[in-house]
T-cell receptor, first 111, second 114 residues
Framework: GEKVEQHESTLSVREGDSAVINCTYT??????FPWYKQEAGKSLHFVIDIRSNVDRKQSQRLIVLLDKKAKRFSLHITATQPEDSAIYFC??????????FGDGTQLVVKP | DMKVTQMPRYLIKRMGENVLLECGQD?????MYWYRQDPGLGLQLIYISYDVDSNSEGDIPKGYRVSRKKREHFSLILDSAKTNQTSVYFC?????????????FGPGTRLTVL
């Protein structure tokens, strides 16, 4: 089955800087790549996604890039704020809305 | 108001007892999921349900079973709980299995098996 790897288990940035979280996947049939955020002690919620028919998507300060040839996708958070501190999960989906999660990246935004 | 609810939020059981975790959603979503989250292991899919009485095993179904008799409710049952089933359990739902859609997560149930 599909395997999703998140390269950074932890990431620390200064407030106002950009943060980049990188993920790779194994199955070329994957076509949907969502990202989820989990704040400390809370549940997960959806933040942004990208489908395989595009290579870039932006929602306010969040940018997702997809490189299908390299089977790599990334989340860029610009102008980071303390409230961006959380665990971010990348995921990939082939079909039937079954998605495969990475193990998460702990982002710390320092003031 | 789009919402996924889980009951109970916290539960302590003794090894060998039966456990029932309940999940509800008010969005008429077709697909529902049960995950468990352990430190350093991310999210592991236990079961996925594509609609009423249409359930499939995920990656770690052993020791668990599910029931979905109404579209808005999805239950996770642990028959004779084990200490290694201590975890945080999340329920989620998404619009449909036809295509890919974001998942809405419940608040989680923290289960401790002594």
């Amino acid at each position: 089955g599909e395997k999703v790897e998140q390269h950074e288990s932890t990431l620390s940035v200064r407030e106002g800087d950009s943060a980049v979280i990188n993920c790779t996947y194994t199955d070329t049939a994957s076509s949907y790549f969502p990202w989820y955020k989990q704040e400390a002690g809370k549940s997960l919620h959806f933040v942004i996604d990208i489908r395989s028919n595009v290579d870039r998507k932006q929602s306010q300060r969040l940018i997702v890039l997809l490189d299908k040839k390299a089977k790599r996708f990334s989340l860029h958070i610009t102008a980071t704020q303390p409230e961006d501190s959380a665990i971010y999960f990348c995921a990939a989906s082939i079909r039937n809305n079954r998605i495969f999660f990475g193990d998460g990246t702990q982002l710390v935004v320092k003031p | 108001d789009m919402k996924v609810t889980q009951m109970p939020r916290y539960l302590i059981k003794r090894m060998g007892e039966n456990v029932l975790l309940e999940c509800g959603q008010d969005m008429s979503h077709e697909t529902m999921y049960w995950y468990r989250q352990d430190p350093g292991l991310g999210l592991q899919l236990i079961y996925i349900s594509y609609d009423v009485d249409s359930n499939s095993e995920g990656d770690i179904p052993k020791g668990y079973r599910v029931s979905r008799k109404k579209r808005e409710h999805f239950s996770l049952i642990l028959d004779s709980a084990k200490t290694n089933q201590t975890s945080v359990y999340f329920c989620a739902s998404s619009l449909s299995s036809w295509g890919s859609y974001e998942q809405y997560f419940g608040p989680g149930t923290r289960l401790t098996v002594l």
